[in-house]
């Protein structure tokens, strides 16, 4: 069953309100796919580096190349598994629909939050309403 018009206007402003309130949310599920393909890769191969290293050390009974090859496989794997840093800072989305840059200051404490913003909207559309 397709949405309403005014069903579609909620839902938009509710995307716009959730990019503005928390932006990095959105880019982690808007994220790219070629660099964690490539990060996957990367450390894949790492990881086999480090076990080949590891046997080689055990089979050459030298320790010490063994823990080289640890060491090297137990960095590979968490950097696979560790979230990957963001190349700059997240944007907001205006009333408007377009991006601009965040700026380095939070919110005041006096500032209201989204639960309370959010109230305010509601309360206003039930009043335009009639009700």
Avoid: C, H
Wanted: glycine share 12%; net charge positive; hydrophobic share 35%.
């Amino acid at each position: 069953m397709p949405l309403s018009e005014y069903e579609q206007r909620v839902l938009e402003q509710m995307e716009r309100q959730l990019t503005s309130d928390d932006p990095k949310l959105v880019n982690t599920f808007q994220g790219g796919r070629t660099s964690s393909v490539r990060r996957w890769l990367l450390t894949g191969a790492g990881a086999l580096a480090g076990l080949t290293v590891l046997v080689v050390g055990a089979a050459t009974s030298q320790p010490w190349i063994g823990v080289l090859g640890f060491v090297a496989m137990f960095v590979s794997v968490v950097l696979a598994f560790s979230p990957p840093r963001r190349q700059g800072p997240a944007g907001v989305v205006t009333d408007s629909g377009t991006v601009r840059p965040r700026s380095g200051k939070r919110p005041s404490a006096g500032s209201p939050g989204f639960i309370t913003r959010f109230e305010q909207r509601w309360d206003r559309r039930r009043d335009e309403r009639g009700r």
